[in-house]
């Protein structure tokens, strides 16, 4: 663990009652940073991501030429290049933002201008093979790094830009950072670029793109089952004012804390509630959740609403996840993990494969950790078995340096028997830093 590593304890809970109104969706916040970054104008952006992230993709586009204002009402105002980003003087550092790594390489490949992409040791052992092949198909030259008796290519990223042209392109892997890298290429290249997704992934890009201004087509085949989207090139974006909304994955840590708790009590404000993320809910209320919307609004194609979620009387239930549902809800499918003892029947998740090249190998250190609380378990390449009806004690956990694990844990500590140390628990900074003290006024002790 780095020497700037903190630890955390957590105190078991009695109840989980409050309100809230979560910083911003992290991934709305990358594409509304790039997008801005590369249109012409000022795009004013309040309820901005406050996680390290997406503040990553920031500084790479102030390094790209954008010109960025946080002003004291808390709204970024970020002033973009007019599509023409300028050749940076060092290396763009993308931090242990893998979204902001492999959906920049999309947004810069068509500029004549060398580029490097860096990132954080993590940030290093994750694949990046699958942007360059899109991305090579359409022209660009990119080199990545690779390990002796590795296959996969790594970053640091070097991207030798220029002019690129349309492909069809056929995603392998559901990966909404892949498709968004095509999406920004193609906005960018000579032709129509068109790219098919057999499970559909977050649309957070095609929404913002159409925010944007820009031009894209959506249809669907098969019974819905496989998406289709054409984009223009040479397409230029116009700034834009938006209210970014709450994160869900954010939010998924509390919704699984009240599921905890029979007299437990949470509303959520202004969460981010699309469609291709908010099956989250669905699996709340499959395990035993009550869940209220109290209103619901529109900004840019984005759903927002207001939440208030108790917990059936019955208790929790257990469920499968797997096939779509796995790779639709994949960042929350750790602390869905952390709580599975808890329920009934036990939860068991399948077809999740991705959660190894996340920003750990969350499969194994979910594993190891709830083993350390002395839990049962069954550990699969791609999912785990949680049996239901377990208790926990408290632990020392391991957060592997990984936001999402390090929060996880700290729900499953509210329920177990002694207090639980979080080491690493600086993590979760990257998407949520204000996870910890929320999380002390949300319970009751
Ligand atoms: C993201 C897509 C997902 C997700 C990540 C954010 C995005 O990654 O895990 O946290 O904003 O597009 P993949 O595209 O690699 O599945």
Same mark, same amino acid.
């Given at each position: ?14 109840? %989980?009652?409050?309100? +809230? ?13 790039? #997008? ?47 599509? =023409? ?28 201008? @060398?580029?490097?992409?860096?990132? &954080? ?19 660009? =030259?990119? !080199? ?24 069809? %392109? ?25 790219? @098919? ?21 959506? @249809? ?8 289709? $989207? ?24 509390? /919704? ?6 029979? &007299?437990?009590? +949470?509303? $959520? ?11 989250? $809910? ?7 959740? =009550?869940? =209220?919307? #109290? ?20 208790? $929790? ?7 779509? /549902? ?34 750990? &190998? ?39 340096? &990984? ?32 996870? %910890?003290?929320?999380? !002390? ?5």
């Amino acid at each position: 663990m780095s020497s700037s590593s903190s630890t955390q304890t957590i105190r078991p809970a009695r109840n %989980f009652q409050g309100s +809230l109104t979560l910083p911003g969706d992290k991934s709305i916040s990358h594409r509304y940073a790039m #997008l801005a970054g590369l249109a012409e104008g000022t795009t004013r952006l309040s309820n901005f991501s406050t996680g390290a992230d997406p503040h990553s993709s920031l500084a790479c586009m102030e390094a790209l030429g954008a010109t960025i204002v946080h002003k004291q009402d808390k709204t970024i105002e970020i002033t973009g290049t007019a599509g =023409k980003f300028r050749q940076p003087s060092a290396p763009l550092d993308c931090g242990n933002s893998g979204s902001t790594m492999r959906m920049l390489a999309g947004l810069i490949a068509p500029h004549p201008h @060398t580029f490097t992409l860096i990132g &954080d040791h993590s940030l290093t052992l994750r694949p990046m093979e699958r942007i360059r092949k899109p991305l090579g198909q359409m022209g660009a =030259k990119i !080199d990545l790094t690779t390990n002796p008796g590795d296959k996969e290519g790594h970053a640091p990223i070097t991207i030798h830009g220029g002019p690129l042209h349309a492909i069809d %392109f056929d995603t392998p892997i559901p990966s909404a950072q892949v498709k968004t890298a095509v999406l920004f290429a193609g906005l960018q290249a000579n032709g129509t670029t068109s790219l @098919t997704e057999s499970i559909r992934t977050r649309d957070h890009s095609e929404h913002a793109l159409r925010a944007f201004g820009a031009t894209l087509n959506r @249809t669907s085949s098969r019974g819905g089952e496989v998406t289709k $989207l054409s984009i223009p090139g040479s397409q230029t974006l116009k700034a834009i004012d938006a209210t970014i909304p709450g994160d869900i994955s954010s939010a998924a840590f509390y /919704l699984c804390a009240a599921l905890l708790f029979p &007299d437990s009590n +949470l509303i $959520l404000d202004s969460v981010g509630m699309n469609p291709t993320r908010a099956s989250l $809910l669905d699996v709340i209320t499959a395990l035993g959740g =009550k869940i =209220k919307v #109290l209103n619901v609004e529109e900004h840019h194609g984005e759903l927002i609403g207001t939440i208030q979620v108790n917990v059936s009387p019955n208790g $929790l239930r257990g469920m499968h996840i797997g096939g779509a /549902l796995a790779a639709q809800i994949i960042d929350e499918l750790p602390v869905l993990a952390a709580i599975a003892p808890y329920t009934h029947d036990g939860i068991t998740i399948r077809d999740a494969k991705e959660l190894r090249v996340k920003e750990s &190998d969350r499969i194994a250190l979910v594993a190891k950790n709830l083993r350390a609380m002395g839990a049962e378990l069954t550990e699969h390449e791609d999912g785990l078995v949680i049996p239901g009806n377990q208790s926990l004690h408290g632990a020392q956990i391991d957060s592997g340096t &990984d936001h999402r694990i390090a929060m996880a844990f700290s729900i499953a500590a509210l329920r177990a028997t002694g207090d639980t140390e979080i080491h690493g628990a600086e993590a979760a900074a990257i998407s949520f830093p204000e996870f %910890f003290t929320h999380l !002390d006024n949300l319970c009751q002790r």
